[in-house]
């Protein structure tokens, strides 16, 4: 079967869907998944140094991964009027796949879909920025760089968490905070690339497969809630 060929074949399937009718507002909300996921798979890909199976995430996850890169490369702030969109757009169409009734709104769909040329653009152009900053950097600042992005990448607001996931949630915040500490001292005495940064690294990588390890369990019981209800136990409400 032939492959796709730009992820804006997703925004053109959307735009066939009547959004006045529930049933094709819900296939509306996947196309608009389909083409945020691709589109910062591809990108993510190409231009962040993001691996294959990048691609298998959600976009609420490949959002707050590719925004933790580029900040702590440039410096970058994301334009409110596009900020949003990924993460409205994965919330949309998980309810829709939790629950075969849900009937999505349809403005937070039609916002994500003006503003899909805008947000691809930009955020094209801020990666092409970082491959090029990176591009500049040396060892040290690389290592600094990937120690600050997965410490960083690793805190999240416990309460954010799925029920059962929260204490863990809070650990690993806890670990993040004290390592962040060890990584400023080092930051601020040398100039050099000393053992204990290459530690830092080490268990700034281990906290990432943690983060990671919580994604995957947090994804599995998502899929999993196929009842609205349900769904909403999981979150603890």
Do not use: C
């Not at 970082?130 to 690389?142: F, H, K, L, Q």
């Amino acid at each position: 079967m032939p492959e796709r060929e730009s992820p804006f074949e997703s925004l053109e399937q959307f735009d066939v869907f009547d959004l006045e009718d529930m049933v094709q507002r819900r296939l509306a909300a996947y196309a608009l998944r389909d083409f945020y996921g691709s589109s910062m798979s591809k990108i993510g890909q190409e231009y962040l140094e993001f691996p294959p199976d990048f691609r298998k995430r959600s976009p609420k996850f490949q959002w707050i991964k590719i925004k933790t890169r580029l900040e702590w490369v440039d410096g970058v702030d994301v334009p409110n009027n596009i900020d949003s969109h990924p993460i409205v757009v994965n919330k949309v169409s998980n309810d829709v796949d939790h629950d075969f009734d849900e009937n999505p709104p349809i403005e937070p769909l039609q916002n994500a879909r003006d503003k899909a040329q805008d947000w691809y653009e930009w955020l094209l152009d801020e990666a092409k920025r970082y491959r090029e900053s990176v591009a500049n950097m040396n060892s040290r600042e690389m290592m600094l760089r990937m120690a600050r992005e997965k410490i960083k990448s690793a805190k999240e607001d416990p309460s954010s968490r799925f029920s059962g996931l929260q204490n863990q949630q809070n650990d690993l915040n806890q670990e993040a905070e004290a390592l962040q500490e060890r990584l400023e001292v080092v930051e601020e005495k040398t100039e050099r690339i000393p053992s204990e940064l290459v530690l830092i690294l080490t268990e700034a990588l281990e906290i990432e497969q943690w983060e990671n390890s919580l994604n995957d369990i947090e994804e599995d019981m998502a899929r999993d809630a196929a009842l609205s209800d349900k769904y909403d136990m999981y979150k603890g409400r």
